[in-house]
């Protein structure tokens, strides 16, 4: 596979419109004691989904496939983990101790070394075309009738802004949550009274009365509404975003950005979130691949286990799927400048939670990691697993009227060694 | 190339950089990480991107090639006893090797679990009676020699010291970290006694969230009154590598720079810098894009180097004769090369 030994520009753009694609939501935090919500969440047998991504592509080598010795091995050790004869990375030492909760795959081939293509790949489970986000097929099958918070939020400062639902309501694209703040403009002017406000919005409802009648408009009103309910979803929980993680939250999770962000991500699972993402940024390590890997899988690692032992200790790992993944790994060789470079061909990932099977490694790369050398699987595949892993069929079609559109790629199938 | 003749006996030629040619070349099938050249100049060594050490007779050809294996990691510092005798690398497996340097079957003859984290610099005083070494555990710690024992742990960093040295009077230290912070140590009591913000030697890439800096080499001029450190300087995109090499002389006894010497048209890094006994220094490159690498020459105070050599690729540690005549280098493509600073004979 060809080498990228850059990044496009429009690759780490930052997001102009990602907060319009959402508006926001929010979150309130109980640490290992559970809220109404959540015993109501558990009763109901709700699933959800938390996906922790690594943007710009960490390093195999560095995580979940360690080759120490070899050609392209790079300076850090494998270390064992608390499932016997798995090792990963020294820079893991946490997650070292609970792989028995985790599974990894250490042989996706996504067949890109390009940013936005691995990125969306990971995300749709199909490299072309346009189709929903894995956080949007969750959203739509899992999230409750009514539900108390945005069923899709993603928290990151950073991000392109894609079209998550494609052809799916509305109701089910990403909202981006900026970090550990509620969005811009989300509270009511102060100029504008209560009364006023009602006002608006009996004048929007009865203005959307009309226009959905007109042919093929109900979908333009769908969207527009979908936007006022998130964004009242979002007002009502607004205390959620803007609470002050406790001592003891900072102290577990790391009181930098990340840790704030793993704190959010719990609590709004915890208050009845069915999606949610948050992102670490940097590990497009193109320079000083390992002092940068040592930097941010140090900050990822405690930050990560603390956030994973908490959903076990309320009881929601048995119905959450977790993902760790980014949107391609990183290059054997390594560069002039300590770096390694894009890399799709031999791509880790960690899987954990509702429907999946803890403590398996599915596939291997060769020796050197230069290529999968056994159960090769893509982002289809995953793409399946996850839905399988989630009790919803993968195989059967979106509920689109008139379109037979499968929820997974039909060439695909589920990773059945990782499923319970 | 790995049968070139060995070098010629040094001329008493005057010094003359602009006629610098290579004498020796010795290879390695993987990138070096660093080189230096024992206080005799008999051998030449250097770290690899694999695990071991590696030493070439200067006049015995790539045949001479030896092999220091014991390390479970990078070597990227390496330091002498002042009689040459003993060989002392530091380990990113946490460990301090200490080795025999002219062995004919090289074995460890002490691996010092030395920090928690990489070992990034060892350093030995001039009597050989101690060493000093940093590490990702943020810690400075001093050590005795022969014994290995530890003396003084000196705290206070709060982000990975890069490079650790003795001051010529021996009774204090200097230490340059990650941020770019230039701390001074008093040995006797381990406190820390000055510190200075050379923030122009680091960056924080708001884009990806990270710092990038540190020294990646520093030596004391011989009479102490200048601390001289190879590293970077405005970085504009830390994970591409963007930024500009950078070698700072810094007045140690006002503690402030005195000179900042960068080229603001070569994109990169330096990894290496030596003062030459006529007042010059010698310090080497490796680009951002591209493959070649540089090592300039430089006067203290001038804007620009007055002379350049370039590199068939990027260079990744400079050592230096005492007698200010040859000149190692070590390079990513595996070659170290020995450069002779006269005309040719």
């Given at each position: 596979m060809r080498r990228d030994t850059g990044c496009h520009r429009i690759d780490h753009a930052l997001s102009r419109r990602g907060f319009l694609a959402g508006t926001a939501a929010g979150a309130a935090a109980m640490g290992g004691v559970l809220t109404p919500a959540q015993a109501d969440q558990l009763q109901s047998g709700q699933k959800r989904l938390l996906q922790v991504f690594l943007q710009g592509g960490f390093s195999q080598f560095e995580t979940f496939d360690p080759k120490p010795g070899t050609k392209y091995g790079g300076p850090f050790r494998q270390i064992e983990t608390s499932v016997?004869?798995?090792?990963?990375?020294?820079?893991?030492?946490?997650?070292?101790?609970?792989?028995?909760?985790?599974?990894?795959?250490?042989?996706?081939?996504?067949?890109?070394n390009d940013h936005g293509k691995g990125r969306l790949f990971?995300?749709?489970?199909?490299?072309?075309?346009?189709?929903?986000?894995?956080?949007?097929?969750?959203?739509?099958?899992?999230?409750?009738?009514?539900?108390?918070?945005?069923t899709y939020l993603h928290i990151t400062t950073r991000g392109l802004s894609d079209n998550t639902n494609a052809f799916l309501e509305a109701q089910h694209a990403q909202m981006k949550l900026p970090g550990t703040k509620a969005p811009?403009?989300?509270?009511?002017?102060?100029?504008?009274?209560?009364?006023?406000?009602r006002r608006r919005a009996d004048f929007r409802a009865q203005l959307n009365e009309r226009f959905s009648g007109g042919k093929g408009q109900s979908a333009f009103t769908e969207t527009f509404d979908s936007s006022f309910e998130m964004a009242e979803r979002l007002m009502s929980q607004k205390g959620l975003l803007e609470a002050e993680p406790s001592g003891k939250d900072l102290e577990r999770y790391g009181s930098h950005p990340f840790g704030r962000r793993c704190v959010l991500a719990r609590n709004l699972l915890q208050n009845g979130a069915t999606v949610v993402k948050v992102t670490h940024h940097g590990y497009d390590t193109h320079a000083e691949n390992f002092n940068f890997h040592l930097e941010q899988l140090g900050e990822f690692d405690q930050t990560f286990c603390m956030l994973l032992d908490d959903i076990e200790a309320t009881g929601m790992l048995d119905s959450t799927l977790?993902?760790?993944?980014?949107?391609?790994?990183?290059?054997?060789?390594?560069?002039?400048?300590?770096?390694?470079?894009?890399?799709?061909?031999?791509v880790s990932m960690a899987l954990g939670g509702a429907g999946i099977k803890p403590g398996v490694t599915v596939g291997a790369t060769n020796k050197e990691g230069t290529e999968v050398s056994d159960r090769e699987v893509d982002a289809g595949h995953l793409f399946h697993t996850y839905f399988s892993a989630l009790g919803i069929d993968p195989t059967a079609d979106h509920n689109v009227p008139g379109k037979s559109i499968p929820i997974g790629d039909p060439a695909k199938s589920s990773i059945k060694e990782l499923l319970v | 190339?790995?049968?070139?003749?060995?070098?010629?006996?040094?001329?008493?030629?005057?010094?003359?950089?602009?006629?610098?040619?290579?004498?020796?070349?010795?290879?390695?099938?993987?990138?070096?990480?660093?080189?230096?050249?024992?206080?005799?100049?008999?051998?030449?060594?250097?770290?690899?991107?694999?695990?071991?050490?590696?030493?070439?007779?200067?006049?015995?050809?790539?045949?001479?090639?030896?092999?220091?294996s014991g390390h479970e990691s990078w070597v990227r510092c390496l330091d002498f006893s002042p009689d040459g005798e003993r060989l002392y690398t530091a380990g990113y497996d946490d460990r301090i090797g200490v080795w025999d340097?002219?062995?004919?079957?090289?074995?460890?003859?002490?691996?010092?679990?030395?920090?928690?984290?990489?070992?990034?610099?060892?350093?030995?005083?001039?009597?050989?009676?101690?060493?000093?070494?940093?590490?990702?555990?943020?810690?400075?710690?001093?050590?005795?020699?022969?014994?290995?024992?530890?003396?003084?742990?000196?705290?206070?960093?709060?982000?990975?010291?890069?490079?650790?040295?003795?001051?010529?009077?021996?009774?204090?230290?200097?230490?340059?970290?990650?941020?770019?912070?230039?701390?001074?140590?008093?040995?006797?009591?381990?406190?820390?006694?000055?510190?200075?913000?050379?923030?122009?030697?680091?960056?924080?890439?708001?884009?990806?969230?990270?710092?990038?800096?540190?020294?990646?080499?520093?030596?004391?001029?011989?009479?102490?009154?200048?601390?001289?450190?190879?590293?970077?300087?405005n970085v504009t995109n830390a994970f591409a590598g963007v930024h500009n090499p950078m070698i700072l002389l810094f007045n140690w006894e006002k503690f402030e720079p005195q000179h900042k010497l960068t080229d603001a048209s070569y994109k990169g890094m330096s990894w290496g810098v030596r003062t030459h006994p006529e007042g010059f220094l010698a310090a080497v490159g490796a680009p951002q894009g591209g493959s070649k690498g540089a090592i300039w020459f430089w006067k203290p105070g001038e804007e620009k180097p007055f002379h350049t050599v370039t590199l068939s690729h990027c260079g990744r540690g400079l050592d230096m004769t005492a007698d200010g005549r040859r000149i190692a280098v070590a390079q990513f493509d595996g070659l170290l090369k020995i450069y002779q600073l006269t005309r040719k004979s």
């Open positions: 016997p004869g798995m090792m990963i990375c020294e820079l893991l030492p946490h997650m070292a101790t609970r792989m028995h909760k985790l599974s990894i795959i250490r042989s996706i081939n996504l067949r890109t990971m995300e749709k489970g199909r490299n072309v075309g346009e189709f929903p986000y894995v956080g949007s097929v969750a959203a739509k099958y899992l999230a409750p009738p009514n539900p108390t918070l945005p811009d403009n989300l509270a009511r002017p102060d100029k504008l009274t209560v009364e006023a406000a977790i993902m760790v993944y980014s949107e391609f790994g990183r290059t054997p060789k390594i560069n002039q400048r300590y770096g390694r470079d894009h890399w799709g061909a031999s | 190339m790995s049968n070139r003749p060995a070098p010629p006996p040094l001329p008493d030629d005057p010094i003359d950089v602009k006629q610098s040619h290579v004498v020796a070349e010795f290879q390695h099938d993987v990138a070096l990480t660093t080189c230096r050249l024992d206080p005799q100049a008999r051998f030449a060594f250097a770290g690899a991107e694999d695990f071991n050490v590696y030493r070439w007779s200067v006049d015995g050809g790539n045949e001479s090639k030896t092999v220091f340097t002219a062995a004919a079957k090289p074995k460890p003859l002490e691996m010092i679990e030395a920090h928690k984290g990489w070992v990034r610099w060892v350093k030995v005083n001039r009597d050989g009676t101690r060493l000093v070494s940093c590490g990702n555990d943020n810690l400075i710690k001093l050590w005795s020699l022969p014994d290995g024992k530890l003396i003084q742990e000196f705290r206070g960093h709060e982000r990975h010291p890069y490079a650790v040295l003795f001051h010529p009077d021996e009774q204090r230290l200097a230490s340059f970290d990650l941020m770019g912070n230039i701390k001074e140590w008093d040995i006797a009591s381990g406190k820390e006694l000055r510190s200075f913000e050379a923030k122009f030697m680091w960056g924080f890439d708001q884009k990806f969230r990270a710092d990038m800096g540190g020294a990646r080499d520093m030596i004391f001029s011989e009479d102490g009154k200048t601390l001289i450190v190879a590293g970077l300087t």
